[in-house]
């Protein structure tokens, strides 16, 4: 009895599983209708949004308009055209500028070679006037003497005698005496050269006036110390003309040196210059 309630059991197992597979395969289609509806409404609902609005027109351009835009182009045209002609003048000028920069340069060349020779040239034309001067104060000196003393005899530069040297002998014996005018004993008063009334000779010129006023005024004699100090001066006043003796024509030069030479014989002494 047992195995007859079992066969009957076994011959269901098939069909439960078809039963359920059935009920499986509704239920799948129910979900697969359920999502399409739900897409459908989704897409209905997409395409029922309303429309973007429509952009209003752009206005025409008005002939106003146009000819402004066309002179825009004409001058930004006429624009490119001056820039490229302003980089070719600037182009031109710094042209210009170095070849004026290399002109100045080779002029400033020439100037300072032409400075440089006229230096030379005055250098050698002072040099040649001092000569001069020098000759001409020799003979000068020589012709105005009254005499000469024996040991100036035989002299001459072909003997080895410097012209100083012969000038300075010369001198010796070719001191005349000053006129009153010139130099005044009893008062002392000097009435230099115009060259000796310089400016530059003013410190020793007052200074020999007074030692020769002082004399004068109290009847002292420059015999010792007193004539000594006053020959130092008047030696002084020599060396400081004599290296002025570029500035001064020979004549002028040799009168006042003269001048010098006979008021130092007015102290009593020899004039060794």
Same mark, same amino acid.
């Given at each position: ?51 973007? +609005? !429509?952009?209003? /027109?752009?206005?025409? %351009? ?7 835009? =066309? @002179? $825009?182009?004409? &001058? ?108 005044? +004993? !009893?008062?002392? /008063?000097?009435?230099? %050269? ?7 000779? =003013? @410190? $020793?010129?007052? &200074? ?66």
């Amino acid at each position: 009895m047992g195995r007859s309630h079992q066969q009957p059991a076994r011959g269901l197992i098939p069909w439960a599983i078809m039963a359920a597979a059935v009920v499986l395969a509704i239920g799948m289609a129910r979900h697969d209708r359920n999502t399409a509806r739900l897409t459908a409404t989704v897409s209905s609902r997409t395409i029922r949004l309303p429309a973007a +609005p !429509e952009l209003p /027109a752009l206005p025409q %351009p008005t002939p106003a308009m146009r000819e402004a835009a =066309a @002179d $825009l182009e004409r &001058a930004a045209e006429e624009a490119k055209v001056a820039a490229v002609a302003l980089k070719r003048v600037e182009a031109e000028m710094e042209a210009q500028q170095r070849a004026l920069e290399a002109m100045k340069a080779d002029a400033d060349a020439k100037a300072n070679r032409t400075r440089t020779e006229i230096e030379e040239a005055q250098t050698q034309l002072e040099a040649q006037r001092t000569a001069l001067e020098r000759k001409l104060r020799l003979s000068e000196v020589i012709l105005a003497a009254p005499r000469m003393p024996p040991v100036t005899r035989g002299l001459t530069t072909g003997q080895g005698t410097k012209m100083e040297q012969a000038a300075r002998v010369a001198a010796m014996g070719a001191a005349p005496r000053l006129s009153p005018t010139e130099f005044n +004993p !009893e008062s002392g /008063a000097v009435t230099w %050269p115009s060259v000796l009334a310089d400016p530059r000779y =003013a @410190d $020793l010129t007052s &200074a020999i006036e007074g030692r020769f006023r002082d004399r004068a005024a109290h009847g002292e004699s420059l015999q010792g110390s007193p004539g000594k100090a006053l020959e130092r001066l008047i030696d002084d006043l020599i060396e400081r003309f004599r290296k002025d003796v570029a500035h001064y024509s020979s004549g002028r030069y040799g009168k006042a040196r003269t001048f010098l030479d006979s008021l130092r014989a007015e102290c009593g002494e020899v004039p060794g210059h």
